[in-house]
Protein backbone atom coordinates (compact mmCIF):
# COMPACT_ATOMS: atom_id res chain seq x y z
CA UNK A 1 0.00 0.00 0.00
CA UNK A 2 2.26 2.71 0.79
CA UNK A 3 5.99 3.10 0.05
CA UNK A 4 8.00 3.78 2.30
CA UNK A 5 6.08 1.35 4.16
CA UNK A 6 5.05 2.93 8.13
CA UNK A 7 5.98 1.51 10.98
CA UNK A 8 2.32 -0.03 11.64
CA UNK A 9 -0.49 -0.12 9.59
CA UNK A 10 -3.60 -1.52 10.58
CA UNK A 11 -6.71 -1.76 8.29
CA UNK A 12 -10.37 -1.51 9.56
CA UNK A 13 -14.05 -1.76 8.48
CA UNK A 14 -15.36 0.77 5.80
CA UNK A 15 -13.99 3.98 4.12
CA UNK A 16 -13.85 7.17 4.05
CA UNK A 17 -15.26 9.37 1.09
CA UNK A 18 -13.86 12.28 0.12
CA UNK A 19 -16.67 14.79 -1.34
CA UNK A 20 -17.09 18.46 -2.42
CA UNK A 21 -17.89 19.69 1.13
CA UNK A 22 -15.13 18.21 2.47
CA UNK A 23 -12.80 21.01 4.71
CA UNK A 24 -9.43 20.76 5.79
CA UNK A 25 -9.15 21.97 9.73
CA UNK A 26 -5.55 22.58 11.10
CA UNK A 27 -3.98 25.33 13.24
CA UNK A 28 -2.69 28.68 12.08
CA UNK A 29 0.91 26.74 12.71
CA UNK A 30 0.28 24.06 10.38
CA UNK A 31 -0.95 26.79 7.60
CA UNK A 32 2.13 25.25 5.45
CA UNK A 33 0.89 21.58 5.22
CA UNK A 34 -2.53 22.29 5.27
CA UNK A 35 -1.76 24.73 2.03
CA UNK A 36 0.41 21.88 0.54
CA UNK A 37 -2.50 19.44 0.84
CA UNK A 38 -5.04 21.80 -0.57
CA UNK A 39 -2.54 21.94 -3.86
CA UNK A 40 -2.48 18.42 -3.90
CA UNK A 41 -5.93 17.72 -3.79
CA UNK A 42 -8.00 19.78 -5.91
CA UNK A 43 -6.56 19.38 -9.47
CA UNK A 44 -8.09 15.44 -9.68
CA UNK A 45 -10.74 15.71 -7.41
CA UNK A 46 -11.82 19.76 -8.36
CA UNK A 47 -12.57 19.85 -5.32
CA UNK A 48 -12.50 23.65 -3.08
CA UNK A 49 -11.83 21.92 -0.19
CA UNK A 50 -11.43 25.14 2.06
CA UNK A 51 -10.09 25.36 5.55
CA UNK A 52 -10.89 26.78 8.51
CA UNK A 53 -11.44 25.23 12.32
CA UNK A 54 -13.28 22.87 11.46
CA UNK A 55 -13.10 19.91 8.38
CA UNK A 56 -13.39 16.25 8.18
CA UNK A 57 -9.77 16.37 7.55
CA UNK A 58 -7.82 17.38 10.65
CA UNK A 59 -3.93 18.30 11.13
CA UNK A 60 -2.66 18.60 14.71
CA UNK A 61 0.16 18.44 16.64
CA UNK A 62 1.31 15.92 18.46
CA UNK A 63 4.28 16.73 20.53
CA UNK A 64 4.43 12.95 22.25
CA UNK A 65 5.66 11.73 18.32
CA UNK A 66 8.93 12.82 16.98
CA UNK A 67 9.55 15.68 14.99
CA UNK A 68 9.36 13.55 11.95
CA UNK A 69 7.11 10.99 12.73
CA UNK A 70 3.21 11.14 12.42
CA UNK A 71 -0.12 9.11 12.96
CA UNK A 72 -2.71 8.97 10.39
CA UNK A 73 -5.98 7.48 11.35
CA UNK A 74 -8.98 7.29 8.93
CA UNK A 75 -12.65 6.56 10.10
CA UNK A 76 -15.81 6.32 8.05
CA UNK A 77 -16.25 10.01 9.33
CA UNK A 78 -13.23 12.09 8.64
CA UNK A 79 -9.54 11.62 8.77
CA UNK A 80 -7.04 13.23 11.42
CA UNK A 81 -3.45 13.48 10.94
CA UNK A 82 -1.34 14.20 14.22
CA UNK A 83 2.63 15.13 13.58
CA UNK A 84 5.12 15.91 16.18
CA UNK A 85 6.12 18.17 13.92
CA UNK A 86 5.48 20.29 10.57
CA UNK A 87 8.05 17.09 8.93
CA UNK A 88 5.48 15.12 10.76
CA UNK A 89 2.20 16.72 9.77
CA UNK A 90 3.84 16.83 6.11
CA UNK A 91 4.54 13.21 5.74
CA UNK A 92 1.35 12.56 7.17
CA UNK A 93 -0.78 14.38 4.30
CA UNK A 94 1.98 12.67 1.76
CA UNK A 95 0.61 9.28 3.52
CA UNK A 96 -3.11 10.38 2.77
CA UNK A 97 -2.23 10.85 -0.64
CA UNK A 98 -1.18 7.58 -1.07
CA UNK A 99 -4.17 6.16 0.21
CA UNK A 100 -6.14 7.35 -2.11
CA UNK A 101 -6.43 6.14 -5.92
CA UNK A 102 -3.57 6.66 -8.26
CA UNK A 103 -5.64 9.17 -10.32
CA UNK A 104 -4.92 11.84 -7.33
CA UNK A 105 -1.71 12.45 -8.53
CA UNK A 106 -3.19 13.44 -12.36
CA UNK A 107 -2.99 17.18 -12.05
CA UNK A 108 -6.38 17.83 -14.01
CA UNK A 109 -9.83 17.13 -13.12
CA UNK A 110 -10.16 13.31 -13.03
CA UNK A 111 -13.82 12.05 -13.47
CA UNK A 112 -15.55 8.78 -12.32
CA UNK A 113 -13.38 7.95 -9.42
CA UNK A 114 -14.48 7.66 -6.50
CA UNK A 115 -12.30 9.37 -3.71
CA UNK A 116 -12.79 7.04 -1.26
CA UNK A 117 -9.82 5.88 1.60
CA UNK A 118 -9.91 2.61 3.82
CA UNK A 119 -10.43 3.04 7.41
CA UNK A 120 -6.58 2.73 8.47
CA UNK A 121 -4.82 3.76 11.45
CA UNK A 122 -1.15 4.10 11.03
CA UNK A 123 1.62 4.97 13.08
CA UNK A 124 5.02 6.06 11.52
CA UNK A 125 8.48 7.41 12.09
CA UNK A 126 11.96 6.82 9.95
CA UNK A 127 14.57 5.15 11.43
CA UNK A 128 17.11 7.91 9.87
CA UNK A 129 17.93 11.94 10.19
CA UNK A 130 19.33 11.81 7.10
CA UNK A 131 17.30 10.28 4.03
CA UNK A 132 19.23 12.08 0.99
CA UNK A 133 20.06 12.36 -2.48
CA UNK A 134 22.90 13.82 -4.26
CA UNK A 135 22.44 15.64 -7.31
CA UNK A 136 24.93 16.73 -9.66
CA UNK A 137 23.73 19.58 -11.42
CA UNK A 138 26.87 20.80 -12.47
CA UNK A 139 27.92 17.98 -14.94
CA UNK A 140 24.83 18.49 -16.39
CA UNK A 141 22.38 21.41 -15.74
CA UNK A 142 18.93 20.58 -14.28
CA UNK A 143 16.48 23.70 -15.33
CA UNK A 144 14.89 25.13 -12.37
CA UNK A 145 11.53 24.06 -13.35
CA UNK A 146 12.57 20.21 -13.35
CA UNK A 147 14.73 20.28 -9.98
CA UNK A 148 11.40 21.87 -8.30
CA UNK A 149 9.65 18.54 -9.57
CA UNK A 150 12.43 16.88 -8.57
CA UNK A 151 12.13 18.16 -4.80
CA UNK A 152 8.20 17.06 -5.19
CA UNK A 153 9.11 13.64 -6.02
CA UNK A 154 11.32 13.47 -3.07
CA UNK A 155 8.73 14.96 -0.85
CA UNK A 156 6.63 12.01 -1.99
CA UNK A 157 9.14 9.26 -0.97
CA UNK A 158 9.70 11.50 2.51
CA UNK A 159 13.07 12.09 1.93
CA UNK A 160 14.70 15.40 3.75
CA UNK A 161 18.12 15.78 2.35
CA UNK A 162 18.81 17.29 -1.24
CA UNK A 163 22.32 17.22 -1.43
CA UNK A 164 23.55 19.62 -4.60
CA UNK A 165 26.83 19.32 -6.03
CA UNK A 166 26.16 23.22 -7.74
CA UNK A 167 30.42 23.25 -9.06
CA UNK A 168 32.78 20.70 -11.01
CA UNK A 169 35.12 20.87 -13.62
CA UNK A 170 32.87 20.84 -16.29
CA UNK A 171 30.06 23.55 -15.02
CA UNK A 172 29.71 25.93 -12.26
CA UNK A 173 26.30 26.19 -11.49
CA UNK A 174 25.57 29.01 -8.69
CA UNK A 175 25.66 32.69 -9.09
CA UNK A 176 28.38 34.41 -7.12
CA UNK A 177 27.90 38.41 -6.43
CA UNK A 178 31.50 38.83 -5.72
CA UNK A 179 32.90 36.80 -8.57
CA UNK A 180 30.86 36.83 -11.89
CA UNK A 181 33.44 35.35 -14.03
CA UNK A 182 32.50 32.10 -12.23
CA UNK A 183 29.13 32.42 -14.09
CA UNK A 184 29.56 34.79 -17.27
CA UNK A 185 32.55 31.70 -17.75
CA UNK A 186 32.17 28.86 -15.73
CA UNK A 187 28.41 28.06 -16.30
CA UNK A 188 28.60 26.69 -19.81
CA UNK A 189 31.05 24.66 -21.81
CA UNK A 190 32.06 24.33 -25.42
CA UNK A 191 30.85 20.44 -25.42
CA UNK A 192 30.39 17.39 -24.32
CA UNK A 193 32.65 13.97 -24.30
CA UNK A 194 30.19 11.02 -25.81
CA UNK A 195 30.03 8.60 -23.86
CA UNK A 196 32.84 7.37 -20.55
CA UNK A 197 35.42 5.40 -22.85
CA UNK A 198 38.72 7.72 -22.67
CA UNK A 199 38.56 7.68 -26.71
CA UNK A 200 34.89 9.14 -26.83
CA UNK A 201 34.36 11.99 -28.98
CA UNK A 202 32.77 15.82 -28.05
CA UNK A 203 28.99 15.76 -29.11
CA UNK A 204 30.05 19.50 -31.21
CA UNK A 205 27.08 20.89 -28.87
CA UNK A 206 27.19 23.82 -26.10
CA UNK A 207 26.03 22.67 -22.54
CA UNK A 208 25.34 24.82 -19.81
CA UNK A 209 22.72 27.09 -17.39
CA UNK A 210 23.10 28.10 -13.93
CA UNK A 211 20.50 29.24 -10.45
CA UNK A 212 20.87 33.02 -9.80
CA UNK A 213 20.90 33.67 -6.08
CA UNK A 214 17.23 34.62 -6.47
CA UNK A 215 16.39 30.75 -8.31
CA UNK A 216 18.38 29.08 -4.68
CA UNK A 217 16.63 31.11 -2.57
CA UNK A 218 13.23 30.24 -4.31
CA UNK A 219 14.62 26.51 -4.19
CA UNK A 220 15.68 26.54 -0.80
CA UNK A 221 12.13 27.72 0.47
CA UNK A 222 9.96 25.04 -1.94
CA UNK A 223 12.00 22.21 0.04
CA UNK A 224 11.50 23.77 2.85
CA UNK A 225 7.87 23.70 2.51
CA UNK A 226 8.42 20.05 1.71
CA UNK A 227 10.39 19.19 5.19
CA UNK A 228 13.76 18.63 2.84
CA UNK A 229 16.83 20.57 3.79
CA UNK A 230 19.24 21.56 1.06
CA UNK A 231 23.04 20.86 1.24
CA UNK A 232 25.06 23.09 -1.29
CA UNK A 233 28.07 21.52 -1.73
CA UNK A 234 31.16 23.94 -3.70
CA UNK A 235 33.95 21.31 -4.88
CA UNK A 236 37.52 22.04 -3.74
CA UNK A 237 40.50 21.77 -3.98
CA UNK A 238 39.73 19.23 -6.95
CA UNK A 239 36.71 19.05 -9.35
CA UNK A 240 37.79 23.18 -9.88
CA UNK A 241 38.82 23.90 -13.83
CA UNK A 242 35.53 25.04 -14.31
CA UNK A 243 37.02 28.18 -11.79
CA UNK A 244 39.93 28.30 -12.87
CA UNK A 245 38.97 29.00 -16.46
CA UNK A 246 36.60 32.13 -14.90
CA UNK A 247 40.02 33.26 -12.57
CA UNK A 248 42.88 31.81 -14.29
CA UNK A 249 44.56 32.99 -10.95
CA UNK A 250 43.11 30.26 -9.08
CA UNK A 251 45.17 27.57 -10.86
CA UNK A 252 49.10 26.26 -11.43
CA UNK A 253 49.56 28.35 -14.62
CA UNK A 254 51.90 27.29 -16.99
CA UNK A 255 49.65 26.10 -19.56
CA UNK A 256 50.31 26.58 -23.15
CA UNK A 257 46.58 27.99 -23.17
CA UNK A 258 44.23 29.62 -21.15
CA UNK A 259 41.79 26.07 -19.25
CA UNK A 260 38.78 26.38 -20.68
CA UNK A 261 35.69 24.65 -18.95
CA UNK A 262 36.23 21.55 -19.32
CA UNK A 263 34.92 19.17 -21.57
CA UNK A 264 35.98 15.74 -21.03
CA UNK A 265 34.57 13.05 -18.24
CA UNK A 266 37.12 11.67 -15.21
CA UNK A 267 39.50 13.17 -12.92
CA UNK A 268 41.25 16.42 -13.83
CA UNK A 269 44.68 16.97 -13.10
CA UNK A 270 44.14 20.91 -13.25
CA UNK A 271 43.90 21.70 -9.55
CA UNK A 272 43.83 24.86 -7.85
CA UNK A 273 46.51 26.42 -6.13
CA UNK A 274 47.09 26.46 -2.19
CA UNK A 275 47.95 29.96 -2.11
CA UNK A 276 46.17 32.76 0.54
CA UNK A 277 44.39 34.59 -2.10
CA UNK A 278 42.66 31.10 -3.38
CA UNK A 279 41.92 30.33 0.65
CA UNK A 280 39.94 33.50 0.38
CA UNK A 281 38.55 33.44 -3.13
CA UNK A 282 36.69 29.68 -1.70
CA UNK A 283 36.30 31.41 2.00
CA UNK A 284 34.33 34.49 0.21
CA UNK A 285 32.30 32.09 -2.20
CA UNK A 286 31.38 30.07 0.87
CA UNK A 287 30.35 33.44 2.52
CA UNK A 288 27.39 34.06 -0.49
CA UNK A 289 26.55 30.25 -0.06
CA UNK A 290 25.56 30.61 3.55
CA UNK A 291 23.75 33.89 2.96
CA UNK A 292 21.66 31.60 0.44
CA UNK A 293 21.40 28.48 2.10
CA UNK A 294 20.60 27.83 5.73
CA UNK A 295 21.81 24.36 5.79
CA UNK A 296 23.85 23.53 9.08
CA UNK A 297 25.79 21.48 7.14
CA UNK A 298 27.93 23.26 3.99
CA UNK A 299 29.94 21.00 1.52
CA UNK A 300 33.21 21.62 0.61
CA UNK A 301 33.86 18.91 -2.08
CA UNK A 302 36.97 16.95 -0.84
CA UNK A 303 37.23 14.20 -3.57
CA UNK A 304 39.89 12.92 -5.89
CA UNK A 305 41.94 15.30 -6.25
CA UNK A 306 45.22 14.33 -7.90
CA UNK A 307 48.03 15.46 -6.07
CA UNK A 308 50.55 15.10 -8.98
CA UNK A 309 50.88 18.67 -10.39
CA UNK A 310 51.38 19.98 -6.93
CA UNK A 311 54.19 18.08 -6.78
CA UNK A 312 55.46 19.36 -10.28
CA UNK A 313 54.71 22.78 -9.30
CA UNK A 314 57.97 24.95 -7.63
CA UNK A 315 55.37 27.23 -6.04
CA UNK A 316 53.42 24.60 -4.25
CA UNK A 317 56.08 23.09 -3.27
CA UNK A 318 57.75 26.34 -1.52
CA UNK A 319 54.14 26.87 -0.11
CA UNK A 320 54.46 23.14 1.69
CA UNK A 321 57.55 24.31 3.32
CA UNK A 322 56.10 27.30 4.20
CA UNK A 323 53.11 25.21 6.42
CA UNK A 324 55.44 23.01 7.61
CA UNK A 325 53.77 20.21 5.80
CA UNK A 326 55.91 16.75 4.43
CA UNK A 327 52.75 15.65 1.92
CA UNK A 328 50.54 16.79 -0.65
CA UNK A 329 48.17 14.75 1.15
CA UNK A 330 48.77 17.14 3.93
CA UNK A 331 48.57 20.23 2.12
CA UNK A 332 44.77 19.14 0.92
CA UNK A 333 43.91 18.70 4.49
CA UNK A 334 45.36 22.01 5.58
CA UNK A 335 43.38 23.67 2.69
CA UNK A 336 40.34 21.40 3.90
CA UNK A 337 40.55 22.37 7.37
CA UNK A 338 40.77 26.27 6.69
CA UNK A 339 37.32 26.31 5.11
CA UNK A 340 36.33 23.94 8.45
CA UNK A 341 37.63 26.93 9.92
CA UNK A 342 35.94 29.47 8.34
CA UNK A 343 32.49 27.21 8.04
CA UNK A 344 33.12 26.69 12.11
CA UNK A 345 33.36 30.25 12.68
CA UNK A 346 29.94 31.22 11.02
CA UNK A 347 28.27 27.99 13.10
CA UNK A 348 28.01 25.84 10.17
CA UNK A 349 29.33 22.15 10.18
CA UNK A 350 31.59 21.28 7.49
CA UNK A 351 30.39 18.62 4.85
CA UNK A 352 32.84 16.75 2.86
CA UNK A 353 33.56 13.36 0.97
CA UNK A 354 35.90 10.76 2.83
CA UNK A 355 39.08 12.08 1.17
CA UNK A 356 38.77 14.65 4.29
CA UNK A 357 39.93 11.79 6.27
CA UNK A 358 43.27 11.48 4.68
CA UNK A 359 46.34 13.86 5.31
CA UNK A 360 46.02 13.33 9.39
CA UNK A 361 42.92 15.51 9.04
CA UNK A 362 40.70 13.02 10.87
CA UNK A 363 42.09 14.07 14.32
CA UNK A 364 42.38 17.98 13.19
CA UNK A 365 38.92 18.71 11.87
CA UNK A 366 36.19 20.48 14.19
CA UNK A 367 34.10 17.84 15.81
CA UNK A 368 30.73 18.91 13.83
CA UNK A 369 32.86 18.05 10.53
CA UNK A 370 30.38 15.54 8.63
CA UNK A 371 31.74 13.02 5.94
CA UNK A 372 30.19 11.78 2.91
CA UNK A 373 31.19 7.59 2.92
CA UNK A 374 31.21 6.38 -0.68
CA UNK A 375 34.01 3.87 -1.98
CA UNK A 376 32.36 1.36 -0.19
CA UNK A 377 32.17 1.73 3.81
CA UNK A 378 35.95 2.30 4.63
CA UNK A 379 35.24 5.96 5.20
CA UNK A 380 32.29 4.75 7.20
CA UNK A 381 33.48 3.04 9.36
CA UNK A 382 37.31 5.12 10.23
CA UNK A 383 34.45 8.67 10.37
CA UNK A 384 32.61 7.09 12.86
CA UNK A 385 35.45 6.13 14.96
CA UNK A 386 37.04 9.53 14.64
CA UNK A 387 34.08 10.51 16.48
CA UNK A 388 32.57 12.38 12.98
CA UNK A 389 29.23 11.88 11.79
CA UNK A 390 28.65 10.34 8.82
CA UNK A 391 26.81 10.29 5.70
CA UNK A 392 26.66 6.40 3.97
CA UNK A 393 26.54 6.50 0.19
CA UNK A 394 28.81 3.13 -0.86
CA UNK A 395 29.25 3.36 -4.14
CA UNK A 396 27.99 -0.18 -5.03
CA UNK A 397 24.62 0.52 -3.14
CA UNK A 398 23.42 3.68 -3.90
CA UNK A 399 25.38 5.17 -6.99
CA UNK A 400 22.46 5.31 -8.65
CA UNK A 401 24.45 5.99 -11.90
CA UNK A 402 25.62 3.01 -12.16
CA UNK A 403 23.94 0.64 -14.81
CA UNK A 404 20.95 -1.33 -13.79
CA UNK A 405 21.50 -4.65 -15.11
CA UNK A 406 24.10 -6.30 -17.13
CA UNK A 407 22.01 -6.05 -20.39
CA UNK A 408 23.80 -4.38 -23.51
CA UNK A 409 21.54 -2.16 -24.37
CA UNK A 410 21.48 -0.17 -20.57
CA UNK A 411 22.14 3.22 -21.61
CA UNK A 412 26.14 4.61 -21.15
CA UNK A 413 26.52 2.07 -18.44
CA UNK A 414 28.91 2.54 -16.19
CA UNK A 415 29.92 0.95 -12.73
CA UNK A 416 28.90 -2.75 -11.31
CA UNK A 417 25.18 -3.93 -11.65
CA UNK A 418 22.90 -2.00 -8.94
CA UNK A 419 19.24 -3.10 -9.27
CA UNK A 420 16.40 -1.99 -7.54
CA UNK A 421 17.37 -5.21 -5.14
CA UNK A 422 20.66 -4.03 -4.17
CA UNK A 423 19.42 -0.87 -3.59
CA UNK A 424 16.48 -1.92 -1.30
CA UNK A 425 19.29 -4.06 0.83
CA UNK A 426 21.37 -1.03 1.37
CA UNK A 427 22.24 -0.90 5.45
CA UNK A 428 23.68 2.58 5.97
CA UNK A 429 25.75 1.17 9.64
CA UNK A 430 28.41 -1.12 8.53
CA UNK A 431 28.32 -4.08 11.05
CA UNK A 432 31.92 -3.53 12.20
CA UNK A 433 31.05 -0.67 14.01
CA UNK A 434 29.95 -0.66 17.91
CA UNK A 435 26.43 0.77 19.12
CA UNK A 436 28.66 3.97 20.30
CA UNK A 437 30.29 4.47 17.33
CA UNK A 438 27.27 3.79 15.04
CA UNK A 439 25.38 6.37 16.40
CA UNK A 440 27.47 8.75 14.29
CA UNK A 441 25.85 7.46 11.53
CA UNK A 442 23.49 10.35 10.61
CA UNK A 443 21.81 8.23 7.77
CA UNK A 444 22.15 7.16 4.18
CA UNK A 445 21.82 9.02 0.12
CA UNK A 446 21.55 7.67 -3.23
CA UNK A 447 24.39 9.62 -5.29
CA UNK A 448 23.37 10.89 -8.83
CA UNK A 449 26.13 12.01 -11.06
CA UNK A 450 24.82 12.61 -14.61
CA UNK A 451 28.03 13.02 -16.83
CA UNK A 452 25.80 10.60 -18.60
CA UNK A 453 22.33 11.77 -18.32
CA UNK A 454 22.11 14.84 -20.20
CA UNK A 455 18.14 15.48 -19.45
CA UNK A 456 15.96 15.09 -16.56
CA UNK A 457 14.31 12.40 -18.40
CA UNK A 458 17.48 10.68 -18.35
CA UNK A 459 17.29 11.23 -14.52
CA UNK A 460 14.03 9.74 -14.24
CA UNK A 461 15.33 6.51 -15.74
CA UNK A 462 18.45 6.47 -13.61
CA UNK A 463 16.58 7.58 -10.34
CA UNK A 464 13.32 5.30 -10.47
CA UNK A 465 12.57 3.30 -9.04
CA UNK A 466 16.02 2.72 -7.44
CA UNK A 467 14.98 5.72 -5.54
CA UNK A 468 11.77 4.24 -3.90
CA UNK A 469 13.80 1.46 -2.57
CA UNK A 470 16.77 3.81 -1.45
CA UNK A 471 13.56 5.67 0.37
CA UNK A 472 12.46 2.62 2.48
CA UNK A 473 15.63 1.65 3.37
CA UNK A 474 16.36 5.02 5.12
CA UNK A 475 12.68 5.03 6.90
CA UNK A 476 12.13 1.53 8.22
CA UNK A 477 12.92 0.49 11.40
CA UNK A 478 13.86 -3.48 11.47
CA UNK A 479 13.45 -6.31 9.17
CA UNK A 480 12.80 -5.09 5.54
CA UNK A 481 11.20 -8.01 3.31
CA UNK A 482 11.88 -7.49 -0.86
CA UNK A 483 9.07 -9.44 -1.88
CA UNK A 484 6.71 -7.47 -0.16
CA UNK A 485 8.13 -4.51 -1.25
CA UNK A 486 7.83 -5.54 -4.99
CA UNK A 487 3.88 -5.88 -4.88
CA UNK A 488 4.01 -2.36 -2.99
CA UNK A 489 6.31 -1.05 -5.81
CA UNK A 490 3.88 -2.30 -8.76
CA UNK A 491 1.07 -0.44 -7.04
CA UNK A 492 3.65 2.65 -6.37
CA UNK A 493 4.73 2.41 -9.68
CA UNK A 494 0.91 3.76 -11.10
CA UNK A 495 1.56 6.86 -8.97
CA UNK A 496 4.92 7.41 -10.82
CA UNK A 497 2.67 6.67 -14.24
CA UNK A 498 0.12 9.82 -13.09
CA UNK A 499 2.75 11.64 -12.35
CA UNK A 500 4.41 11.27 -15.43
CA UNK A 501 7.87 10.06 -13.95
CA UNK A 502 9.86 8.22 -16.71
CA UNK A 503 11.10 5.22 -14.54
CA UNK A 504 13.31 2.14 -15.97
CA UNK A 505 10.32 -0.63 -16.65
CA UNK A 506 11.34 -4.31 -15.18
CA UNK A 507 11.24 -4.87 -18.62
CA UNK A 508 14.36 -2.94 -19.47
CA UNK A 509 14.79 0.44 -21.38
CA UNK A 510 12.53 1.06 -23.55
CA UNK A 511 14.07 2.05 -27.37
CA UNK A 512 14.32 5.87 -26.58
CA UNK A 513 15.55 5.48 -23.25
CA UNK A 514 18.49 3.52 -25.02
CA UNK A 515 22.09 5.05 -26.02
CA UNK A 516 23.04 2.77 -29.00
CA UNK A 517 26.01 3.18 -30.21
CA UNK A 518 27.97 5.24 -27.06
CA UNK A 519 30.40 3.61 -24.99
CA UNK A 520 29.98 2.98 -21.24
CA UNK A 521 32.38 1.68 -18.85
CA UNK A 522 30.85 -1.12 -16.93
CA UNK A 523 32.89 -2.36 -14.62
CA UNK A 524 33.09 -6.13 -12.58
CA UNK A 525 32.90 -6.43 -8.79
CA UNK A 526 36.95 -7.70 -8.64
CA UNK A 527 37.70 -4.40 -11.24
CA UNK A 528 36.13 -2.12 -8.78
CA UNK A 529 37.53 -3.66 -6.01
CA UNK A 530 40.90 -3.41 -8.09
CA UNK A 531 40.25 0.36 -8.22
CA UNK A 532 39.52 1.33 -5.02
CA UNK A 533 41.15 -1.06 -2.64
CA UNK A 534 44.61 1.24 -3.05
CA UNK A 535 42.86 4.41 -2.88
CA UNK A 536 40.43 3.62 0.45
CA UNK A 537 44.02 2.43 2.02
CA UNK A 538 45.02 6.12 2.79
CA UNK A 539 42.14 6.67 4.66
CA UNK A 540 43.57 7.60 8.27
CA UNK A 541 42.36 5.14 10.60
C1 LIG B 1 32.68 10.70 -5.87
O1 LIG B 1 31.97 9.84 -6.37
N1 LIG B 1 33.71 11.20 -6.53
C2 LIG B 1 32.41 11.24 -4.55
Redesign the pocket.
Known sequence: MLLPRPTSLTIGEGVFELTRTARIAAPGELFGAAAWLQGALRPATGFPLESGSDGVIALEWNPQLPAEGYTLDVEPGGVRIAGGGPAGVFYGCQSLLQLFPPEIYRRGRVVGVPWTLPVVSIQDAPRFGWRGVMLDVARHFMPKHDLLRFIDLMAMHRLNTLHLHLTDDQGWRVEIARYPRLTEVGSWRRESQLGAASYSRGDSRPHGGFYTQDDLREIVGYAMDRAINVVPEIESPGHTQAAIAAYPELGLGGDDEPLGVWTRWGIDDNVINLEESTVEFFTNVLDEVMEIFPSPFIGVGG??CPKNRWRLDERTQRRKEELGLETEEELQAWFIRRLDDHLYRHGRRLFG?EEILEGGLGSSVSEGATV?S?RGTAGAIAAARAGHDVVSCP?DRV?LDYRQSDRADEPIPVGTVLTISDVYRFEPVPPELTPEEAGHVLGGQG?I?TEHMDSPRTVDYFAFPRLCALAEALWLEGERDYDEFTGRLDQHLARLDALGVEYRRSSGPLPWQQRPGVTGRPLTPQQRAAYFEPLTARIDR
Open positions: DEWAWDYNW
